[in-house]
């Protein structure tokens, strides 16, 4: 399995993996995810520990079911809430950032780089208010903010910037 983890900021966290549907743009990784229904009452036992076994569970705590995505769930993505200014800011210094990165690790991309995030970053802002933002789960303030919006029945496209991302195989 491979695991997409962000080259910015200070923990780089995980944003994705190879479990999700992904297609590749030019600038962009855009992942499908759906929305999934969550049992809060399953437990999962490892045995690892001799009183895990004796404790039971009163089946009130952590009981029903709730909607998440799964994308989201399972790599502890955060919500995270932009206006368009405050947005552009943030983006401007992540994409300095990834140009820094890619001069120092791949300089014949640059170019193409620049090109392609400029004109992927007008297209979201042009259609900014349908996007909701999520960071990873340690909400790095230096770290990609990914946007995602509703694409169908119980279905979210999420675009993370694609030279922002490593994979690392597990």
Do not use: C
Not at 30 to 52: C, F, H, M
């Amino acid at each position: 399995m491979k695991v997409y983890k962000d080259v910015a900021g200070y923990y780089q966290d995980e944003l994705f993996s190879d479990g999700f549907p992904a297609e590749e743009l030019p600038a962009l990784y855009a992942v499908t995810a759906t929305t999934v229904t969550k049992d809060l009452s399953v437990r999962v036992d490892t045995g690892s520990d001799d009183e895990s076994a004796e404790a039971e569970d009163d089946g009130e705590a952590g009981s029903g079911t709730i909607q998440v995505i799964n994308l989201v769930d399972s790599h502890r993505l955060q919500k995270a809430d932009f206006d368009k200014k405050s947005y552009l800011t943030h983006l401007k210094g992540y994409l300095r950032q990834i140009e820094s990165h890619l001069r120092a690790s791949a300089p014949d991309e640059v170019e193409e780089f620049r090109k392609n995030t400029q004109e992927a970053a007008k297209a979201m802002v042009a259609d900014f208010d349908s996007y909701t933002f999520y960071r990873g789960e340690n909400l790095d303030a230096e770290g990609m903010v990914a946007f995602a919006r509703p694409a169908g029945n119980d279905t979210w496209t999420f675009n993370f910037w694609k030279h922002g991302v490593r994979a690392e195989q597990y």
